[in-house]
């Protein structure tokens, strides 16, 4: 790739990031101001998290048929719809009565959460597929590069969103917080403007049934994804920030923003350390790019940080201690296996199959996500936060038994890690 096609493409690719960066920061703002918001009134952790499940059904959906329509007519129209959607849900979620009754509110909650969740899905996997139409297929260490700094900082900026979301809700209150929300995300999708059209679309279309034919690497890896993904929000959708606003003994009675604060410092701490994993991996891989073993070896080790605060939290240990060193630990581990996975999927994916590969490996995300977040609502309100703890540790255990079946990756011109 010559020194002005890279250029241009790395203005394309900086278009889509900016897009997806604010984006992002209203879809982190939009889940907790929600939570929050719904707890306040009264709501159970089982009917809170019943208001998520179409946003992740439906995210599911999306990253199922928004690779094979990135790849047709191109990531230009994945992005702007996407974008164009989430205003869309932010303004229906701001028109809820309170008065309604309980099953007209969730109804109409839940049908917003559908538009959001196939807005996220849409610009989730523009950004993540323009990425591999960026890096050339013999710079596997520029590559993940790329793809760590893009996750860790969306990451990063998604936990700002939990802390303007709940700041959001204690100064301008439910709706004032969302058409605020709104009127920002539309002046992003005004400056993003100048994406080609044709970005990610492919001369030969592609048929329908390709999104059913998967490389082993990739079907591996999207099924050690959903358990991955499933072992995180099992305890941090619904049982965590519930728990936190709680009053003790059974949670820790923090206000909004104390618990907007601390989520989004979990969140941005962790997008940090995605962002800081290839210099991290460099050294513990000899300067040699992730492989399959890098990511069971990491999965193996995660397992240790739910297992260990659900044993401090039974043995009778102060919770506040216990969760803040725990999730900072969970977080750690968490990131860099995040981190490995996103590389892998990139690895495994071939230049003219990109999108269709990333929206079905994203599929098994948004699944994971799905089952994590019924479960936490669900085990938490029968089993508190212990019993989501054990749950996760379980998860985590499952996701790298399956990692161990990943094939070697397509062989390329040798590469190293580079900072």
């Known amino acids: 790739m010559s020194s002005a096609s890279e250029a241009i493409a790395l203005r394309r690719y900086a278009l889509v990031t900016l ?113 591999r139409l960026v890096v050339p297929r013999q710079a596997e260490g520029r590559l993940f590069k790329w793809v760590a700094v893009l996750t860790g900082s969306k990451n990063a900026l998604k936990g700002v969103g939990f802390f303007i979301g709940s700041w959001l809700l204690a100064s ?43 490389s082993q690497g990739i079907n591996i890896l999207s099924a050690a994804r959903f358990f991955l993904f499933g072992a995180r929000d099992i305890w941090f959708v619904v049982a965590l920030p519930v728990f936190l606003r709680t009053e003790p003994p059974l949670g820790l009675g923090w206000s909004f923003t104390q618990t907007g604060g601390f989520l989004a410092l979990w969140v941005i701490g962790y997008g940090l350390i995605q962002t800081s994993a290839p210099p991290l991996l460099r050294w513990l891989e000899a300067g040699r790019p992730p492989s399959p073993q890098t990511v069971q070896r990491w999965g193996s080790g995660l397992a240790i940080a739910p297992a260990g605060m659900a044993i401090a939290l039974q043995s009778g240990w102060a919770a506040g201690p216990v969760v803040i060193v725990g999730l900072a630990l969970f977080g750690l581990l968490f990131a860099v296996n995040s981190a490995v996975h996103s590389y892998l999927v990139l690895a495994y994916s071939a230049d003219d199959q990109v999108a269709l590969d990333v929206g079905f490996y994203y599929m098994a995300n948004s699944a994971g996500r799905l089952a994590g977040t019924v479960l936490s609502g669900a085990i938490f309100q029968w089993l508190g936060l212990t019993g989501c703890l054990w749950g996760s540790a379980l998860m985590v255990t499952v996701a790298a038994a399956i990692a161990l079946a990943l094939p070697a990756l397509p062989t390329t011109p040798s590469a190293t890690v580079t900072s």
């Open 19 to 131: 897009a997806y960066w604010g984006f992002t920061i209203t879809d982190g703002a939009l889940r907790l101001l929600v939570l929050l918001y719904f707890n306040q009134i009264g709501y159970s952790p089982l009917a809170i998290a019943s208001l998520f499940l179409l946003y992740e059904i439906f995210g599911i959906v999306t990253n199922f048929l928004g690779g094979w329509i990135g790849a047709r007519f191109g990531l230009k129209l994945t992005l702007y719809g996407g974008v164009t959607l989430q205003i869309a849900a932010l303004l229906l979620l701001s028109g809820l009565n309170r008065d309604w009754p309980m099953w007209g509110a969730i109804a109409w909650v839940m049908a917003a959460q559908a538009l959001s969740g196939i807005a996220k899905d849409l610009t989730k996997m523009s950004a993540k597929s323009a990425i």
């Open 172 to 214: 301008l209150g439910y709706q004032g917080a969302l058409h605020f929300l709104a009127l920002g995300l539309s002046l992003v999708l005004i400056s993003s403007f100048g994406v080609p059209a044709n970005l990610g679309q492919l001369k030969r279309k592609p048929k329908f049934k390709q999104l059913f034919s998967k």
